[in-house]
């Protein structure tokens, strides 16, 4: 079988399935613990029906300091909207749109908004040196 070049690889082939989400009322100091304890960068905030509302990473904590973070909820620190990538989409557009938004990861949903998969800066970087130094 041939190799595809990375020019010529789409979303879907680099993409991680599943991600970690969280419930729109769930409390930080519980996103904080699935952030650490999961080893994630981020998760999907999600509202009552399953579908993605928003994000919490790493950079969003800073936004609960100074609050009881037993009691603000993920949708008061979380970003909105979901940054989202169609998973047919190429790995170049991908990047271009990480870079343009200064951000180091997409989210894939599905048609109905629901949060299917993640595809990373790293995950690129990694396929690159691994199609390279083979």
Known sequence: M?????????VR?????????????????????????????GVVVVG?????VGVISEIDIPKAFGKDLGRITAKEIMSSPVKTI???????????????????????LDKKGFPRGIISITDVINEIVRTTFK
């Open 48 to 52: 009552k029906e399953g579908k993605a």
């Open 13 to 41: 082939d680099l993409m991680t399935h599943g991600v970690v989400t969280v419930p729109e009322y769930a409390k930080v100091i519980n996103v904080i613990k699935i952030l650490n304890e999961g080893h994630v960068h």
């Open 86 to 108: 169609d998973v047919n989409s190429s790995i170049l557009d991908a990047t271009k749109i990480m870079k343009k938004k200064n951000i180091d990861r997409l989210f894939i």
């Open 2 to 10: 041939e190799m595809k070049h990375i020019e010529d690889k789409r």
